[in-house]
C-alpha cells in the first residue's frame, strides 16, 4: 500500500517533465523555422505511457528471488524519446517546420501542462487532507 500512494505524484511528475522537454523541442522548431535544411523534432512520450499501461495488465507470479516484476504498471523505465520528423519538406531549403503546425503543439502542449499541474495541486490537496484527518482522529483517541 504505501509503495503506491506516492504514485499517482510521481506519473504527474513524469508527464510534467515531458511536457517542459516537449515545451524546448517545438521552440527549438520555431526558432529554426527559417534555417536551411532544418528539419523539425517532436518529443514522444504518452504515446509510449499507454503502451506501458497495456502492457502492465498482466501482472506475472514472482516464484523465484531472481524472478523480475513484470506488469502492474511499471513505469519506472519510460523516458521521453526526441525523434526527427520524416515529413516531406515542401520548400526548397529543406526546412520542413511549419510554424502554424508548431504553433498549434505549442498550444496543446501549454494546455497539457496547465491541465497536470491542475492535477498535481488535487493529490497534494488529497494527500493533506488524508494527514490532517488522520492527526484530527489521532488526538480525539
Known sequence: ?????????????R????SWQRDAVIRNNIANVETPGFK??????????ARSIQESSFI?????????????????????VIRQSKELSMRADGNNVDIESENVRLAQNSIFY????????????????????????????
Do not use: C
Open 60 to 80: 506475472g507470479k514472482m516464484t523465484h528471488p531472481d524472478h523480475r516484476q513484470i506488469g502492474a504498471g511499471n513505469f519506472d523505465n519510460i523516458q521521453p
Open 1 to 13: 500500500m504505501w509503495n503506491n500512494i506516492f504514485r499517482p505524484l510521481d506519473l504527474i511528475q
Open 114 to 141: 496547465n491541465a497536470l499541474v491542475e492535477r498535481l495541486n488535487s493529490e497534494i490537496r488529497r494527500l493533506r487532507m488524508a494527514i490532517s484527518e488522520g492527526i484530527q482522529r489521532s488526538k480525539t483517541i
Open 15 to 18: 508527464g510534467l517533465s515531458a
Open 40 to 49: 523539425a523534432s517532436y518529443l514522444e512520450f504518452e504515446t509510449l505511457l
